[in-house]
T-cell receptor, first 112, second 113 residues
Framework: GGIITQTPKFLIGQEGQKLTLKCQQN?????MYWYRQDSGKGLRLIYY???????QKGDLSEGYDASREKKSSFSLTVTSAQKNEMAVFLC???????????FGSGTRLTVL | QQKVQQSPESLIVPEGAMTSLNCTFS??????FAWYRQHSGKAPKALMS????GEKEEGRFTIHLNKASLHFSLHIRDSQPSDSALYLC?????????????FGQGTSLSVVP
């Protein structure tokens, strides 16, 4: 079986700071995603990538950038951290449309 | 834009009870329906999925889908304390080309001994 590794597990930053979250998968999946989960709530899609060097905006992309440098990795950058975006950021991958999503354990963001 | 709503928001049931969780969606063209479970502090994991109208059973878990009423549900027979988790439903539009999953806001389930 494969695994999704997110780093760091906890990220603390100052308001206005640029912060980067990283995700690696060894499933050899084509599609990767970044979701945001606010305190026990559902998941909102920030960015997704269908293949290497592809980027697609989700419903919550404002204030974020993403990068898919290679098939196995997908990074998310918070361009200017705000206190109202303290949340858990979840990375996922899938083999294609209507396939099961496999999630990482998340990065918890705290903004001081 | 697809809207996915779950009810109830939270639920407490005794061990051994039948638990029913509901999900409604707004787009009648939706093709793929799934339930995910997330234990506290852990990654969400896929439980079950369904494409066509009807029912699908896997162990203690059953999905019902009624596309005409824009509704699907998850039923847990003989609920166990280990079933305590956040349950997320998810819906996708396409079955033959890429389409992203839209998640509901979740139902928090507590099964008490």
């Amino acid at each position: 079986g494969g695994i999704i590794t997110q780093t760091p597990k906890f990220l603390i930053g100052q308001e206005g700071q640029k912060l980067t979250l990283k995700c690696q998968q060894n499933f050899n999946h084509d599609t990767m995603y970044w979701y945001r989960q606010d305190s026990g709530k559902g998941l909102r899609l920030i960015y997704y990538s269908i293949t290497e060097n592809d980027l697609q905006k989700g419903d919550l992309s404002e204030g974020y950038d993403a990068s898919r440098e290679k098939k196995s990795s997908f990074s998310l950058t918070v361009t200017s951290a705000q206190k109202n975006e303290m949340a858990v950021f979840l990375c996922a991958s899938s083999g294609g449309c209507a396939e099961t999503l496999y999630f990482g354990s998340g990065t918890r963001l705290t903004v001081l | 834009q697809q809207k996915v709503q779950q009810s109830p928001e939270s639920l407490i049931v005794p061990e051994g009870a039948m638990t029913s969780l509901n999900c409604t969606f707004s787009d009648s063209a939706s093709q793929y329906f799934a339930w995910y479970r997330q234990h506290s502090g852990k990654a969400p994991k896929a439980l079950m999925s369904i494409f066509s109208n009807g029912e699908k059973e896997e162990g203690r878990f059953t999905i019902h889908l009624n596309k005409a009423s824009l509704h699907f549900s998850l039923h847990i027979r003989d609920s166990q304390p280990s079933d305590s988790a956040l349950y997320l439903c998810a819906v996708s539009l396409a079955s033959s080309s890429f389409s992203k999953l839209v998640f509901g806001q979740g139902t928090s389930l507590s099964v008490v001994p």
